[in-house]
């Protein structure tokens, strides 16, 4: 699905020097390199204040914490994504309000939205699934209308762009109140081990987050609030600062992959290609087709049996995952989350593939689809 050694051999040398680097300087954590790192993606994403932390879902986490969210408080999210995103809120005690997506995007559906808020919601939660940004103009209005707060989970769409109406453009992550991002090796800007970040334009709320992520600790060894420990370390910075140089490149490669399988496939009626939203650019943290009338199973095999991956994401609605199971949802309650778990499949993603392999891959694709 991803080839992180190819991308590697390309970019060996500097990596190699700047690993060294730290470890013979002995700051291994919160070290320049992660102030360093903080800095330049407060640039690249144009927003205030960028925390670092351990990993995406933490990232997640802290960000509700932070914003002061209470057991009992609702929080809207979407019933198509990795499970992070629900999990975070169930262990805060929050109470996870699952709603469906759009048909096209995959990305939470503003209308439902609107459908599901209660005197109890506090937050809504869009994710930018697979690389492409929710409808932040819509969300943003109705998160204003009720005094909500937006927290975007943007682990999947780093890079990515939303066009307002006005003309304004802002890059996921840097539209809500907070935002959360994961470094994790496959996402879009990896680390080779685990790194997240939060991201806010809220001053109050920058220094609320500093304090959570280090243990509630207001001034050394005085801890006003229950905290965690969620830390970036400093060789995964260093890693971070080199690829963030290339993450646009990255981009590209990612574009250039997809527009490569969109037209191998523009003739084929049982494969769906994914569309992207009118407003947003897409990333491609994954290529994810919907198959009409295919055998899923029979092609996955047909694939693997090539050596081609091709998981799914994701197999099984949020509402039907059984930690989450809840009397307030029953099977048939997100049809279009429900359709997408039983008929999508994606195919490798990564910034090293090459016209050979991606030949391979549809020509495989299509010869198990026509069949
Ligand atoms: C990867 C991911 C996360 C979690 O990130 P980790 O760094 O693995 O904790 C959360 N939400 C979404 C949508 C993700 O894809």
Do not use: W
């Not at 291994?28 to 995406?56: F, T």
């Not at 399988?261 to 569309?275: D, E, L, N, R, V």
């Amino acid at each position: 699905m991803v080839d992180l050694v190819g991308q590697y051999q390309k970019i060996k040398s500097e990596i190699d020097e700047a690993v060294l680097n730290v470890i013979g300087s002995s700051a291994y954590i919160n070290g320049p390199e992660v102030q360093s790192l903080s800095r330049e993606l407060e640039a690249y994403l144009d927003v205030k204040h960028v925390i670092p932390c351990a990993n995406g879902t933490d990232a997640l986490q802290v960000a509700m914490m932070a914003l002061g969210l209470k057991p009992g408080d609702e929080v809207i999210t979407t019933s198509f994504t990795f499970i992070a995103t629900a999990e975070v809120i169930a262990l805060l005690g929050l109470t996870p309000v699952l709603v469906d997506v759009l048909p096209d995007t995959f990305n939470i559906d503003p209308e439902a939205i609107k459908n599901a808020i209660t005197p109890k919601t506090k937050a809504i939660v869009p994710v930018h699934l697979f690389g492409q940004c929710a409808d932040m103009e819509e969300i943003l209005a109705i998160a204003k209308e009720h005094n909500l707060f937006v927290i975007e989970d943007t682990c999947q769409a780093i890079g990515a762009e939303y066009t307002f109406s006005d003309g304004t453009v802002k890059k996921a992550g840097a539209m809500g109140d907070v935002a959360g991002v994961s470094f994790f090796p496959s996402k879009n800007l990896g680390c080779y081990g685990d790194g997240g970040a939060i991201f806010t334009n809220n001053d109050e709320l920058a220094e609320q987050l500093k304090v959570v992520v280090n243990h509630g600790m207001t001034v050394r060894y005085y801890h006003d609030y229950v905290g965690v420990n969620s830390r970036l370390d400093s060789i995964q910075a260093a890693i971070l600062r080199i690829k963030l140089n290339k993450l646009d490149e990255y981009t590209a490669e990612r574009q250039r992959a997809a527009s490569y399988y969109t037209q191998a496939f523009a003739g084929c009626k049982k494969i769906s290609t994914p569309a992207t939203g009118e407003n947003t650019t897409h990333v491609f943290h994954q290529y994810t087709l919907v198959l009409n009338d295919v055998d899923r199973e029979g092609l996955q095999k047909h694939l693997g049996d090539k050596g081609i991956p091709a998981p799914i994401y994701y197999p099984v609605p949020l509402h039907m995952q059984k930690a989450y199971i809840d009397p307030r949802y029953n099977e048939g309650d997100f049809p279009v989350t429900e359709k997408l778990c039983k008929e999508v499949i994606s195919l490798p993603m990564h910034t090293e593939l090459d016209e050979e392999q991606l030949k391979f891959i549809t020509d495989s694709v299509l010869e198990f689809v026509n069949r």
